[in-house]
């Protein structure tokens, strides 16, 4: 079935460090393939998203190229802020008619310090 | 615009009381969707519904659990009798569809739940 692997964290970098967060899946069809944070005490919100192969999605400063060759897509910032420290979650939704139930990460915890 | 709304944030019951969780989705929004997150785990998919039928309820873990969405609005999640594995944080998503994959989901802040 459909899944996806995301490195484990927690992950510690200083303020203006390169971020990557490692993101593999696992599905039948064409899925789309989601980034997720939750900064602290709050909800879910999409971060990112991108919907078909070499798609690239990005959004404040954050940024996920969709890989079908090697089933993944990396989340990657050039200089993480403090204000970055959140869990990011890796999900997909598969494209081939399904409901569109997402299939998440165990997510990544990361911590900025200044 | 207001977002997705969860009620309440948190609830501390003990094994075998009841507990209901509500969700107000983004107005508009036909497909609502629940997850829950057991400690240390993933989000998992526990069912989706467009406007008031249920489309997919494979992820509810058991018949202890009943989820209704009155005339397509909000919706309700009852765990009844409250087992300590159910445990978690709820959330709820809901988008405007039609369902696909490449329709985006806005959650909830989510309910957490401790079963004691």
């Known amino acids: 079935g459909n899944s996806v692997t995301q490195m484990e964290g927690p992950v510690t970098l200083s303020e203006e460090a390169f971020l990557t967060i490692n993101c593999t899946y696992t599905a039948t069809g064409y899925p789309s393939l989601f980034w997720y944070v939750q900064y602290p005490g709050e909800g879910l919100q999409l971060l990112l998203k991108?919907?078909?192969?070499?798609d690239k999605g990005s959004n404040k400063g954050f940024e996920a190229t969709y890989r079908k060759e090697t089933t993944s897509f990396h989340l990657e910032k050039g200089s993480v802020q403090v204000s970055d420290s959140a869990v990011y979650f890796c999900a997909l939704s598969d494209y081939g008619g399904s409901q569109g139930n997402l299939i998440f990460g165990k997510g990544t915890k990361l911590s900025v310090k200044p | 615009e207001a977002g997705v709304t969860q009620f309440p944030s948190h609830s501390v019951i003990e094994k075998g009381q009841t507990v209901t969780l509500r969700c107000d989705p983004i107005?508009?929004?036909?497909?609502l969707y629940w997850y829950r997150r057991v400690m240390g785990k993933e989000i998992k998919f526990l069912l989706h519904?467009?406007?008031?039928?249920?489309?997919?309820e494979s992820g509810m873990p058991n018949n202890r659990f009943l989820a209704e969405r009155t005339g397509g609005t909000y919706s309700t999640l009852k765990v009844q009798p409250a087992e300590l594995e159910d445990s978690g944080v709820y959330f709820c998503?809901?988008?405007?569809?039609?369902?696909?994959?490449?329709?985006?989901?806005?959650f909830g802040p989510g309910t957490r739940l401790t079963v004691l």
């Open positions: 998503a809901s988008s405007s569809g039609p369902p696909q994959g490449t329709d985006t989901q806005y």
């Open positions: 519904f467009v406007k008031e039928s249920k489309q997919d």
């Open positions: 991108a919907t078909k192969a070499d």
């Open positions: 107005s508009g929004h036909d497909n």
